[in-house]
């Protein structure tokens, strides 16, 4: 049974960083794509990037330039490096994941809050 554990949220500053932590347990995470979401109360959960397990990559506009996910495979580890934070990027943010043949359920992490303060 695959396991999604997310952390490294917590409390900063406008223009300040952070890096969040998923870790993959319970399969072959060589196999699964991986995506950031995120959700601020009385809004939607809102796509916020992916990773392929090539490495290719997607980003939500309002976050290009300032977020970065990458992988590391040999630690079953994806990374969000979140830069010039802004108040409007606080939120639960999620760590999804699912086969990249598409087959088969998708999985979550529990979230972990991100807050910025202005």
């Known amino acids: 049974q695959v396991q999604l554990v997310e952390s490294g949220g917590g409390l900063v500053q406008a223009g300040g960083s952070l890096r969040l932590s998923c870790i993959f347990y319970g399969s072959d995470f060589s196999m699964y794509v991986v995506g950031w979401h995120r959700q601020a109360p009385g809004k939607q959960r809102e796509l916020v990037t992916t990773i392929t397990p090539g490495s290719s990559t997607t980003y939500v506009d309002s976050v290009k330039g300032r977020f970065t996910i990458s992988r590391d495979d040999g630690k079953d580890t994806v990374y969000l490096q979140m830069n010039s934070l802004k108040p409007e990027d606080?939120?639960?943010?999620?760590?999804?994941?699912?086969?990249?043949?598409?087959?088969?359920?998708?999985?979550?992490?529990?979230?972990?809050?991100v807050t910025v303060s202005s």
């Open 90 to 113: 606080t939120a639960t943010y999620y760590c999804q994941a699912y086969s990249y043949t598409r087959y088969g359920p998708e999985y979550w992490g529990q979230g972990t809050q």
